[in-house]
């Protein structure tokens, strides 16, 4: 029974900063892949960002480079993600996921199971 628990959104003016985080049970956390991703009204999912097993090597979209940090503590069981320098189009509900592997993917159809997501909203 794993189970994903977002937190951390909310609304923001354009500049400021979010921390998403991510608190996973059911599951050995050290042995997975973790991802965000995003999905706004009418549009699809979209990968954000991921982070190997150990943390050390992570991936991130072009459009949030830069900007965004994901970390994970695995003591824990708690994936992060950093936002700065929010834009409007940034505005979206955040999930987190898992991918039972170790070779870090991007696409949604690669990762076994999703939060609830966390809604953020970057006002102009």
């Known amino acids: 029974q794993v189970q994903l628990v977002e937190s951390g959104g909310g609304l923001v003016q354009a500049g400021g900063s979010l921390r998403l985080s991510c608190a996973a049970s059911?599951?050995?956390?050290?042995?997975?892949?973790m991802g965000w991703f995003r999905q706004a009204p009418g549009k699809e999912r979209e990968f954000v960002a991921c982070?190997?097993?150990?943390?050390?090597?992570?991936g991130y979209a072009n459009s949030v480079k830069g900007r965004f940090t994901i970390s994970r503590d695995n003591a824990q069981n708690t994936v992060y993600l950093q936002m700065n320098s929010l834009k409007p189009e940034d505005t979206a509900v955040y999930y987190c996921?898992?991918?039972?592997?170790?070779?870090?993917?991007?696409?949604?159809?690669?990762?076994?199971?999703w939060g609830q997501g966390t809604q953020v909203t970057v006002s102009s």
């Open positions: 996921a898992v991918r039972r592997g170790t070779v870090v993917l991007t696409v949604a159809v690669a990762y076994d199971y």
């Open positions: 059911g599951l050995t956390f050290s042995n997975n892949v």
């Open positions: 982070s190997s097993r150990s943390g050390g090597d992570t």
